[in-house]
């Protein structure tokens, strides 16, 4: 496959260029200034030259705190920029995938979501993304599937595994939140989840296969849980170790609220798809810790 993917440095477009390309597949990775998702002439166009068989939908404005003063910003990215790549994948008549986020529900509920839990973001963040969502949905939603995924982490960009490590490096104790939970996904895992989800909207023109799915790890963990998983293999790979002190929320204010239950069910795109991410600790577990990339 072809695959055009917006974003150049992001955690997922990185992993998917690593992924892709293991498994025999030309990624063409598009980010800043050729396509910015504020611009739908530069979206076409980059598209539009880049002769994909399918659109990965991977960038997006995710500083999830600096989303609720700069919500223009977010919304003109996460909200009107996936419209415009669905617009020109509809022009183009290839399948869109689109990531989305668990931000989209605000935690309150006790189990795991489905697909067809109500929709209600507690923050900017989600609100934006959910724009995203249906942006996707209305503009080519006969021919996209919206994938939701959460808690990403790889050794790329920023994101919670790097801190925790960048941290433990410098102190005896880490104090990590302990009452918000979810599933920590890696993003090489995600990366596959998207390539055969790729392959199924390709090779079947199945309505079924289309529309809004959870994908993440299995096994869920609180922000502690996953912390103390991370140092445990960094330290089982001579990286940095540290004691996780758990702490609550109300104990570490952000501008944003989190949902306090990020948990997501993936039985639909198991059932549908037949894509089952692994757990998160076997995944985890399994990973090399590229430690000389984090201190740098
Ligand atoms: N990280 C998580 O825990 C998490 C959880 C749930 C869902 N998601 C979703 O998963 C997707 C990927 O997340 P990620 O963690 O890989 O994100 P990331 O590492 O923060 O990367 C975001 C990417 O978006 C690009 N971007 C931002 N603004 C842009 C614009 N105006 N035009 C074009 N590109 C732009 C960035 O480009 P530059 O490199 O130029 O900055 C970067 O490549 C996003 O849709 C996110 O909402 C992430």
């Given at each position: 496959m072809r695959?055009?993917?917006?974003?150049?440095?992001?955690?997922i477009v990185t992993a998917l260029r690593e992924r892709?390309?293991?498994?025999?597949?030309?990624i063409v990775a598009l980010g800043r200034p050729e396509l910015n998702l504020v611009d739908p002439t530069s979206v076409f166009r980059?598209?539009?030259?880049?002769?994909?068989?399918?659109?990965?939908?991977?960038?997006?404005?995710?500083?999830?705190?600096?989303?609720?003063?700069?919500?223009t910003l977010a919304f003109a990215v996460n909200g009107e920029g996936p419209g415009a790549v669905a617009r020109t994948a509809k022009v183009?008549?290839?399948?869109?995938?689109?990531?989305?986020?668990?931000?989209?529900?605000?935690?309150?509920?006790?189990?795991?979501?489905?697909?067809?839990?109500?929709?209600m973001p507690a923050g900017v963040y989600g609100a934006s993304k959910l724009a995203g969502e249906q942006a996707v949905l209305v503009e080519h939603g006969s021919n996209s599937a919206v994938l939701r995924v959460a808690w990403v982490y790889s050794p790329f960009g920023?994101?919670?595994m790097k801190t925790m490590l960048r941290i433990a490096n410098e102190r005896d104790e880490v104090a990590v939140i302990a009452d918000q939970i979810?599933?920590?996904?890696?993003?090489?895992?995600?990366?596959?989840?998207?390539?055969?989800?790729?392959?199924?909207?390709?090779?079947r023109d199945d309505p079924a296969l289309r529309g809004t799915f959870h994908m993440t790890a299995?096994?869920?963990?609180?922000?502690?849980?996953?912390?103390?998983?991370?140092?445990?293999?960094s330290a089982a790979q001579?990286?940095?170790?540290?004691?996780?002190?758990?702490?609550?929320?109300?104990?570490?204010?952000?501008?944003?609220?989190?949902?306090?239950?990020?948990?997501?069910?993936?039985?639909?795109?198991?059932?549908?798809?037949?894509?089952?991410?692994?757990?998160?600790?076997?995944?985890?577990e399994g990973m090399v810790i590229p430690l000389h990339s984090i201190f740098v």
């Open positions: 695959i055009a993917v917006t974003g150049k440095s992001g955690q892709g390309k293991a498994a025999g597949h030309e980059a598209l539009k030259e880049a002769a994909p068989d399918v659109i990965v939908s991977a960038a997006a404005y995710t500083f999830v705190d600096g989303a609720e003063q700069e919500s183009l008549d290839v399948p869109l995938i689109h990531i989305s986020t668990d931000y989209v529900f605000d935690g309150k509920l006790d189990r795991p979501y489905v697909e067809t839990d109500p929709v920023s994101n919670f979810g599933n920590p996904t890696n993003a090489m895992d995600i990366s596959d989840g998207i390539l055969s989800v790729a392959k199924n909207l390709i090779a299995s096994g869920e963990a609180s922000w502690a849980d996953f912390a103390r998983g991370i140092l445990a293999v001579g990286g940095p170790s540290a004691r996780v002190k758990a702490i609550a929320t109300a104990d570490y204010p952000t501008q944003a609220v989190r949902p306090a239950n990020s948990r997501l069910n993936c039985a639909l795109i198991e059932r549908l798809h037949g894509v089952a991410l692994p757990d998160w600790r076997t995944s985890l």
